[in-house]
């Protein structure tokens, strides 16, 4: 902290976002050698509603274990957001669904600031030129279990369907780092993933 104190000097500092939950008492420490400064917190997402939705992801995959540690960890999350948000001069969350989840727990000062690109009000309809590929595309962490599910859903409901409903060839692209072998092996059996 003396650091920050001296590389800080007399400068007057208005305010101090502290950008991740997991980050608050790195803010809270910067607040105290700014007592002037507005603190706010962006927790992007409630982690005890994404950690409760990880648990259920992996309950459905047949992961009992991991479910229950992602379980737990949602309740910790979820005293952590009830206790520790509430020193804070304003708290944003990208989706107003869990804004208005933790107005409803009594923090004050909680809005949404969404995170996402608008699309265009309107997108130009491509020329005649159809590629001779039909490509879908998935890009995630591989190693996160709602994307893992996200694939597995592709290949066991979504590419049937598409076999039936597509004349001409077609691929799912998988992105990502960090997929689990049984992932990978699900992956390389089908002809349709690259």
Same mark, same amino acid.
Request: with cysteine; proline share 7%.
């Given at each position: 902290?003396?650091?920050?104190?001296?590389?800080?000097?007399?400068?007057? @500092?208005?305010?101090?976002?502290?950008?991740? $939950?997991?980050?608050?008492?790195?803010?809270?420490?910067?607040?105290?050698?700014?007592?002037?400064?507005?603190?706010?917190?962006?927790?992007?997402?409630?982690?005890?509603?994404?950690?409760?939705? @990880?648990?259920?992801?992996?309950?459905?995959?047949?992961?009992?274990?991991?479910?229950?540690?992602?379980?737990?960890?949602?309740?910790?999350?979820?005293?952590?957001?009830?206790?520790?948000?509430?020193?804070?001069?304003? @708290?944003?969350?990208?989706?107003?669904?869990?804004?208005?989840?933790?107005?409803?727990?009594?923090?004050?000062?909680?809005?949404?600031?969404?995170?996402?690109?608008?699309?265009?009000?309107?997108?130009?309809?491509?020329?005649?030129?159809?590629?001779?590929?039909?490509?879908?595309?998935?890009?995630?962490?591989?190693?996160?279990?709602?994307?893992?599910?996200?694939?597995?859903?592709?290949?066991?409901?979504?590419?049937?369907?598409?076999?039936?409903?597509?004349?001409?060839?077609?691929? $799912?692209?998988?992105?990502?780092?960090?997929?689990?072998?049984?992932?990978?092996?699900?992956?390389?059996?089908?002809?349709?993933?690259?």
């Amino acid at each position: 902290m003396r650091g920050l104190v001296e590389q800080l000097g007399n400068k007057s @500092v208005k305010r101090i976002v502290v950008f991740r $939950f997991y980050l608050h008492d790195v803010g809270r420490a910067i607040a105290s050698v700014c007592p002037k400064a507005k603190l706010e917190l962006d927790m992007d997402d409630l982690e005890s509603t994404t950690r409760l939705s @990880v648990a259920l992801c992996l309950a459905r995959m047949g992961r009992p274990k991991e479910a229950l540690r992602s379980l737990m960890a949602a309740a910790q999350y979820a005293l952590l957001e009830r206790f520790v948000v509430k020193g804070y001069d304003a @708290v944003w969350l990208a989706a107003k669904v869990d804004a208005r989840l933790l107005s409803d727990r009594g923090i004050p000062n909680v809005g949404a600031r969404p995170n996402r690109i608008e699309y265009p009000p309107h997108i130009p309809e491509r020329g005649s030129s159809q590629p001779a590929t039909a490509r879908f595309l998935f890009v995630g962490s591989l190693d996160y279990p709602p994307n893992q599910e996200a694939v597995l859903y592709l290949l066991n409901q979504i590419q049937p369907i598409l076999e039936q409903c597509l004349t001409r060839p077609w691929t $799912f692209r998988v992105v990502g780092r960090r997929a689990p072998e049984d992932l990978v092996k699900r992956m390389e059996a089908s002809d349709r993933v690259e």
